[in-house]
C-alpha cells in the first residue's frame, strides 16, 4: 500500500501541474474568446479525443500488462513493437483526419470556416499517442522525475505558446490548436529521449498477434467509455446550441480538480493492482482498500459541489458563471470512474478484457437513452442527471461481472454510505443556490463524516497490512 500511496502522490504532483494549466489558461480563453467559441474550442478538442483512440486500439494496456511478464532483453522488444504500431497506426488516422477536415467541419457546424483547426488538431494525433506511450513507459520504469520534467516541459512551453498565439499574434481560434500542437512536440521529444534506451528494431509477428489479442477486446470499451464523456456534446449539439456547449466545457474543465485525481489513481494503481495480484490474500486486501477509496474520493466532490461558485467566480468572466450549477454533478461523474476502477478486476486478472466492453456496451445504450430523456426535460441541468446515472448504472454492471469472473466482497453498504453525501452535494446547485453561510456549515459536517468513515475503515485495512 505504501509504494502505492507514493505513486499516488508522486503521479498526482505531475498530473496536478498538468491540470493546473487548464486553470491558468482558462482565464484567457474566456476573456478572448465567447461562450460560443469556447463550445467550438471543446468540440474541435472531442473530435481529437476520439481520433486518438483509433490511433491507438489501446495497445497501451498491453504493454502495461506484459511489462513485468518479460526479462530485459524480451522487455525492449515489447517496448519496440508497441512504439511501432501506435506511431503506424496514428499516423494513418491522423492522415485521414486531415484529409477529411473539410467535410469534418461541415457536418459539425455547417461551415468549412473550421477546417484549419481540425487540421492542426489531425497532426497532433500520431504525437498524442507516442507522448502516451512513453510516459506510461516511465511510470511502469518508475522514472518519475523524468515522468515529471516531461510534464512541466508541457506546461511551460504550452503556457508560452498560447501567450505567443493567442495574446501577442492573436491568431483566434487557430492559435488554441497551434499551441497545444508546438507544445505536445516538445514533450514528445523529451520522452522519447528518455525512453530510447529502450529501442530495437525488430518486428516480431507472434508478439504483435499477441499484443493485438490482448488490447483488441478492450478498444469497444474503451470507444464506450469515450462514448460516456463525449456523445453528450453531440446531443447538445442536435437539442440545444453552441453555447450550452461553452457553458457545460467550462463546468466541465473545473470538474476536471476530480478527473486529476482519477488520472493520478489510475497511473498508480494499474502497477499496484497487477503487483497485488501475487499475494494470497489480494481479495481481502482490495476489499479493504474499496472504502478508503470511496471515503478520500467522495470527499473530494463534496467539497467541490460546496464550493463551486467560488470556483467560477475566480477563474471566469460573468458571461460563464452559470457553469457553476454542473461542476458538483461532473465531478461525481468522474469520480464514478474511480469506483469502477476499483471494482472491474475480475475482468483483468482473469485476462477475460472483452468483459469490458460488454459493460461499456450496455452504458452507453443507459447514456444514449437518459440523454435523450433528460436533456429534453430539463436542458443542460439533464444532460448532468444523465452522466451520473449512466456512471453509476457502469459500477453496478462492472460490479456484478468482476464479481462473477473474480469474487472480491466489496461491502455495498459501505459505498452508498459513501455516495449519499456526496450525490446530494453534487446536485443541489442544479434547483438551488445556498448561501455561503450554509455552505461552509454543510462543509464541516461533511467533512468529520467522512474523516470517521475513513478512520473506522482504516482499521479494518490496517488488519491487513
Not at 56 to 72: C, H, I, M, V
Not at 124 to 141: A, C, D, K, T
Not at 252 to 279: C, G, R
Request: glycine share 4%.
Amino acid at each position: 500500500m505504501s509504494n502505492f500511496v507514493k505513486a499516488f502522490l508522486s503521479f498526482g504532483l505531475a498530473t496536478s501541474i498538468e491540470k493546473l494549466l487548464g486553470f491558468i489558461i482558462l482565464p484567457i480563453y474566456t476573456r478572448y474568446f465567447s461562450v460560443a467559441e469556447y463550445g467550438i474550442i471543446d468540440l474541435v478538442g472531442t473530435v481529437l479525443s476520439i481520433a486518438v483512440i483509433f490511433g491507438g486500439l489501446q495497445l497501451e494496456t498491453a504493454l502495461q500488462r506484459y511489462y513485468y511478464e518479460f526479462d530485459s532483453s524480451k522487455k525492449r522488444l515489447l517496448i519496440s513493437n508497441v512504439y511501432f504500431l501506435v506511431a503506424t497506426l496514428s499516423s494513418i488516422v491522423g492522415l485521414l483526419f486531415f484529409l477529411f477536415s473539410e467535410y469534418f467541419s461541415i457536418l459539425l457546424f455547417s461551415s468549412s470556416q473550421y477546417t484549419n483547426p481540425i487540421k492542426i488538431v489531425s497532426l497532433q494525433i500520431p504525437i498524442h499517442n507516442i507522448s502516451m506511450i512513453g510516459l506510461v513507459l516511465l511510470r511502469y520504469e518508475k522514472e518519475n522525475i523524468k515522468f515529471l520534467v516531461v510534464i512541466i516541459t508541457k506546461v511551460i512551453t504550452s503556457l508560452l505558446f498560447v501567450y505567443l498565439f493567442v495574446i501577442w499574434f492573436e491568431f483566434g481560434l487557430d492559435g488554441v490548436f497551434l499551441a497545444q500542437l508546438l507544445a505536445l512536440i516538445c514533450s514528445t521529444l523529451l520522452v522519447t529521449i528518455f525512453n530510447f534506451k529502450n529501442f530495437i528494431f525488430k518486428i516480431d509477428i507472434p508478439l504483435i498477434k499477441s499484443l493485438f489479442s490482448y488490447s483488441l477486446p478492450q478498444f469497444p470499451a474503451r470507444v464506450g467509455s469515450l462514448s460516456l464523456g463525449q456523445a453528450n456534446r453531440f446531443f447538445m449539439l442536435s437539442f440545444l446550441s453552441i453555447q450550452a456547449i461553452g457553458i457545460y466545457s467550462v463546468s466541465l474543465k473545473l470538474a476536471s480538480v476530480i478527473q486529476l485525481v482519477n488520472t493520478a489513481f489510475i497511473m498508480a494503481w494499474a502497477p499496484y493492482m497487477h503487483e497485488l495480484f501475487k499475494k494470497p490474500n489480494n481479495k481481502q486486501i482490495f476489499a479493504a482498500v474499496f472504502p478508503l477509496v470511496c471515503g478520500a474520493t467522495f470527499l473530494i466532490v463534496s467539497m467541490i459541489s460546496l464550493f463551486s461558485l467560488e470556483m467560477i467566480k475566480l477563474i471566469t468572466t460573468p458571461e460563464f458563471h452559470d457553469a457553476y450549477k454542473y461542476i458538483g454533478g461532473l465531478s461525481l461523474f468522474f469520480a464514478l470512474y474511480i469506483i469502477k476502477e476499483v471494482v472491474d478486476i475480475g475482468p483483468k486478472i482473469t485476462e477475460k478484457t472483452k468483459y469490458l466492453s460488454y459493460n461499456f456496451f450496455v452504458s452507453v445504450l443507459v447514456n444514449l437513452i437518459s440523454l435523450y430523456a433528460f436533456i429534453q426535460l430539463f436542458q443542460l441541468p439533464g444532460v448532468i442527471v444523465a452522466m451520473i446515472i449512466t456512471n453509476l448504472s457502469l459500477v453496478v454492471i462492472s460490479w456484478y461481472t468482476s464479481n462473477k469472473l473474480y469474487h472480491i466482497s466489496f461491502s455495498i453498504s459501505r459505498f452508498v454510505l459513501a455516495l449519499l453525501p456526496a450525490i446530494t452535494l453534487s446536485l443541489i446547485p442544479l434547483v438551488s443556490e445556498l448561501s455561503l453561510s450554509v455552505r461552509l456549515l454543510l462543509s464541516i459536517i461533511v467533512l468529520v463524516y467522512y474523516l470517521l468513515y475513513i478512520a473506522n475503515n482504516y482499521k479494518i485495512f490496517s488488519l491487513f497490512k
